[in-house]
């Protein structure tokens, strides 16, 4: 099916690429000899605090060049940045499916007073300003908090809504097809019900709803991390290496560039992926070639 | 025409002003893809090779702005659903005018004058301008379509299963609108159908279709008298009739209370508001104690008063809208009555709770009308078949998949089907595989609703003996729901009529089909077409003697 879809397998490989960089991340910057974490004053520019050296610093020692003041190594930043961004992603997304799944289903097989009080949480949470709340939460919440926890679990949690939301259109089409009903008639109770007869239909919008969903919580990572109550340092993170580069931009701008252009692959790679599963799984949709 | 294989090949036919053209054939022979060729409404992915001549204009070679003159100008088409035919958010009489104006050039008062004119040529009254598709019933909707495809006075008329969504009583009264326009407009018809009782009614010539071929074509009296193919002989011996009564004469019926009347075990009631008294005999399996079901304020079901005995089969008889799948709802537990007991062996449904219903459940099996929609698209069909014995039994393993084999094999499928999907199986084969689940716990009492009404003739028949030879077998009680009177006098012993969620007329099957007592059941039998031309001319004129208003 990806054979098919050009811009689906481009996305693929791009997820596969900053996938692989950000799991062999010690591995790449081994290979590379640094580390996102020692200070090296030797390779700035002493008269501005700037990376010595044509665009950014950019040698064979240092493959993205080095972080101003700082000195530190920027592709050891980027790829351990993946790691962050990919392992809160993803956590968070899996954290959104399995609420959405479970009040999704939860409310369309039940309906009733259960459908109408989760349909109005939801509207309620996919209008609620998130991010003041999460900044707040961010300064609220004690130190002594996993930082990346509090963002999974946070980022997570805002996410379910959309994903209930097509859960329950989709069990509300299937509830009235004839085998929901023999089911029930033999005496199913609703977990099994779910489980038999539900969850295998629901598998396929679940993934592509999930997928297309990575993109936003990777982004919403950086935005917390950019305004700075995400990762804290030194964990290497692109939403506060975007932050910081930001005022580097006139005199140094590839300091941006390495890790704006991670951030921009990896959403724009789960997008096309997303939208090119949502193609081949249903078959009303057709395939762009 | 070609898609990846030949939908239709080699396919020629015509027919002159006036004639009625009945194209008939099985789900997927190619009939309604090469009527809609002719108004270029095919897929994209679709070629077409041949010629299709109106009037001496190839209608294959015309432009896309000349085909859309053609289309609802000298053709019009009729569709099978009426409800997705029209717009839901327009005015029945503005939907028309449009069409009138589409291809004319007429004044506001114009096209409003016409639309007057094509509703009461459909015999609708002028009211029904005002009205929404939603606030006509499905028979007058069909009527309106039938207006705006014969709006501008086409030279060929198309209609695609126009009856198929109907109930028989409405049927009856499209296809003598139908027969009535032909005379009045001089049209040509092309009938697109699958049921055979409607080509005897109102077809002049049939052709009849086998995957994409023409197998046969001719007078209809000819090739129903004498079909010389030999698919067209298995069709028409496939076709499920109604049996003609031999005259007898039976006495008349007397009064045994107030508003019922009876003539041996055959009751029926004579005033309107009641349904008729049930005396459960010994050890019935269900029993049914004035129920009713409510939605709101509509009342589906009105203290019907039912039984089926033990190894006995009861034929629901109805209309849409008649209660009969309320019923089948408050036994299954689907729907909650909002009166009266559900008896099943002398345990009242409503009271059980937990376990004890469960364990009742268990011994209600299921058949479904829709076999595609009844199966589980992403389970195996062993694992559809497995889902009961799962739930209730304690068979596992070997003993399990021993156990649905014997299933499929009593429903004579190929245990080698064990691990297919639905979708890869044909609508005859889900329905046996729907029939195999619904035994496979050995049911006391077996509900099947329509279950044979979305299959093709030829399978109906196939599953209709297997059904009749299982029931000998296993003895199960079954409710039988059918709005097909024929399927009923094949499998019934006794016969309930449903009108309006009250139950008219109940008796031995065949007291009640063929000397029916309540009017409704004289008037749903002789409105129920047969696939034989001469007889079905009888009948019609039957049928038009009792006058169809309620």
Same mark, same amino acid.
């Given at each position: 099916m990806l054979r098919r879809d050009r811009w689906a397998l481009a996305g693929a490989i791009t997820v596969a690429v900053l996938g692989v960089a950000a799991v062999a991340a010690d591995l790449l910057t081994a290979i590379e000899?640094?580390?996102?974490?020692?200070?090296?004053?030797?390779?700035?520019?002493?008269?501005?605090?700037?990376?010595?050296?044509?665009?950014?610093?950019?040698?064979?020692?240092?493959?993205?060049?080095?972080?101003?003041?700082?000195?530190?190594?920027?592709?050891?930043?980027?790829?351990?940045?993946?790691?962050?961004?990919?392992?809160?992603?993803?956590?968070?997304?899996?954290?959104?499916?399995?609420?959405?799944?479970?009040?999704?289903?939860?409310?369309?097989?039940?309906?009733?007073?259960?459908?109408?009080?989760?349909?109005?949480?939801?509207?309620?949470?996919?209008?609620?300003?998130?991010?003041?709340?999460?900044?707040?939460?961010?300064?609220?919440?004690?130190?002594?908090?996993?930082?990346?926890?509090?963002?999974?679990?946070?980022i997570g949690f805002f996410g379910w809504p959309s994903i209930a939301r097509i859960v329950r259109a989709q069990v509300l089409t299937l509830k009235k097809r004839n085998f929901v009903s023999a089911a029930r008639i033999l005496g199913a109770s609703p977990r099994q019900v779910f489980r038999a007869e539900l969850l295998p239909n629901l598998w396929a919008p679940i993934i592509v709803v999930a997928t297309l969903s990575i993109p936003g919580k990777i982004g919403l990572e950086a935005a917390l991390s950019f305004l700075g109550v995400g990762i804290p340092q030194p964990t290497p993170s692109w939403g506060r290496a975007i932050s910081t580069a930001v005022e580097w931009v006139v005199t140094d701008p590839m300091f941006l560039f390495f890790p704006g252009g991670a951030l921009f692959l990896a959403t724009w790679g789960f997008t096309v992926f997303g939208d090119g599963l949502r193609d081949a799984l249903d078959p009303k949709t057709e395939v762009r070639r | 025409m070609a898609f990846d294989a030949p939908a239709a090949s080699e396919v020629s036919y015509s027919l002159a002003a006036g004639e009625v053209l009945a194209v008939v054939g099985e789900s997927g022979s190619g009939k309604t893809v090469t009527a809609m060729s002719l108004l270029g409404l095919l897929p994209g992915t679709a070629t077409v090779t041949g010629r299709a001549l109106l009037a001496g204009r190839d209608l294959f070679t015309l432009s896309a702005g000349e085909l859309r003159a053609v289309r609802g100008g000298e053709i019009g088409m009729v569709f099978q659903e009426p409800m997705t035919?029209?717009?839901?958010?327009?005015?029945?009489? /503005?939907?028309?005018?449009? *069409? @009138?104006?589409? !291809?004319?050039? #007429?004044?506001?008062? $114009?096209?409003?004058?016409?639309? +007057?004119?094509?509703?009461?040529?459909?015999?609708?009254?002028?009211?029904?301008?005002?009205?929404?598709?939603?606030?006509?019933?499905?028979?007058q909707l069909q009527r309106v379509?039938?207006?705006?495809?014969?709006?501008?006075?086409?030279?060929?008329?198309?209609?695609?299963?126009?009856?198929?969504?109907?109930?028989?009583?409405?049927?009856?009264?499209?296809?003598?609108?139908?027969?009535?326009?032909?005379?009045?407009?001089?049209?040509?018809?092309?009938?697109?159908?699958?049921?055979?009782?409607?080509?005897? /009614?109102?077809?002049?010539? *049939? @052709?009849?279709? !086998?995957?994409? #071929?023409?197998?046969? $074509?001719?007078?209809?009296?000819? +090739?129903?008298?004498?079909?010389?193919?030999?698919?067209?002989?298995?069709?028409?011996?496939?076709?499920?009739?109604?049996?003609?009564?031999?005259?007898?004469?039976?006495?008349?019926?007397?009064?045994?209370?107030?508003?019922?009347?009876?003539?041996?075990?055959?009751?029926?009631?004579?005033?309107?508001?009641?349904?008729?008294?049930?005396?459960?005999?010994?050890d019935p399996v269900l029993v049914l104690t004035g129920l009713s079901v409510s939605y709101g304020r509509f009342r589906a079901v009105d203290g019907v008063g039912l039984h089926v005995g033990r190894g006995e089969v009861l034929g629901l008889v109805g209309e849409s809208g008649s209660g009969k799948s309320s019923i089948a709802g408050a036994v299954t537990g689907l729907v909650a009555p909002s009166a009266g007991l559900v008896g099943l062996t002398g345990q009242d449904l409503s009271r059980l709770r937990g376990r004890a219903l469960k364990r009742a459940r268990g011994r209600i099996g299921m058949v479904f009308q829709d076999p595609a929609s009844s199966l589980n698209p992403r389970a195996t069909i062993a694992r559809s078949v497995a889902s009961p014995l799962l739930l209730h039994g304690s068979l596992r393993g070997a003993a399990l998949a021993r156990r649905v084999d014997e299933l499929l094999d009593a429903v004579q499928l190929s245990p080698s089907l064990r691990e297919r999907y639905p979708h890869e199986l044909s609508g005859g084969q889900r329905q046996r595989v729907g029939i195999a689940r619904a035994i496979a716990l050995d049911p006391e009492l077996l509900i099947a609703d329509e279950p044979t009404s979305a299959l093709d003739v030829s399978v109906q028949a196939r599953v209709l003996d297997l059904f009749r030879s299982l029931q000998a077998e296993l003895r199960f009680a079954c409710l039988f729901i059918s709005h097909d009177l024929a399927v009923v006098e094949r499998l019934a012993d006794r016969v309930a009529v449903l009108y309006r969620g009250r139950v008219v007329e109940t008796g031995p099957a065949g007291d009640v089909l063929t000397e029916p007592l309540h009017p409704y059941t004289r008037r749903l039998l002789a409105a129920a077409p047969v696939a034989d031309p001469v007889r079905q001319r009888e009948r019609r004129e039957a049928w038009l003697a009792l006058g169809h208003s309620e």
């Open positions: 000899g640094q580390d996102p974490y020692t200070y090296r004053s030797e390779v700035l520019d002493p008269q501005t605090g700037g990376p010595a050296g044509a665009l950014g610093g950019v040698s064979g020692e240092h493959w993205f060049g080095v972080e101003p003041l700082s000195g530190r190594d920027l592709f050891a930043i980027v790829v351990h940045g993946a790691r962050t961004s990919f392992l809160i992603g993803l956590a968070a997304t899996a954290v959104s499916v399995v609420l959405g799944v479970l009040i999704g289903a939860g409310a369309g097989y039940l309906g009733g007073w259960v459908d109408r009080v989760v349909t109005w949480i939801a509207d309620v949470f996919l209008g609620f300003p998130y991010l003041v709340f999460m900044i707040a939460l961010g300064a609220v919440v004690p130190s002594s908090v996993s930082r990346p926890l509090l963002l999974i679990v946070v | 035919a029209l717009n839901p958010v327009f005015r029945i009489g /503005d939907q028309l005018a449009e *069409v @009138v104006r589409a !291809h004319g050039e #007429r004044t506001t008062a $114009q096209a409003k004058q016409r639309t +007057v004119e094509l509703l009461s040529l459909v015999g609708l009254p002028s009211t029904a301008r005002r009205k929404y598709p939603h606030e006509l019933s499905g028979g379509v039938i207006a705006m495809a014969v709006a501008n006075e086409p030279s060929l008329l198309i209609a695609d299963e126009p009856t198929t969504a109907l109930d028989v009583t409405v049927q009856a009264e499209i296809l003598e609108l139908l027969r009535d326009l032909r005379g009045r407009l001089d049209a040509a018809i092309l009938l697109i159908t699958h049921d055979m009782g409607v080509v005897a /009614d109102l077809a002049d010539r *049939v @052709v009849v279709m !086998h995957d994409g #071929r023409v197998v046969e $074509q001719g007078p209809v009296a000819d +090739v129903f008298g004498a079909p010389e193919h030999e698919y067209t002989r298995s069709l028409l011996a496939a076709v499920v009739s109604l049996s003609t009564p031999p005259p007898v004469d039976l006495p008349a019926a007397v009064e045994v209370s107030p508003g019922v009347v009876a003539r041996g075990a055959h009751v029926a009631v004579t005033e309107p508001d009641l349904s008729t008294p049930d005396e459960p005999g010994d």
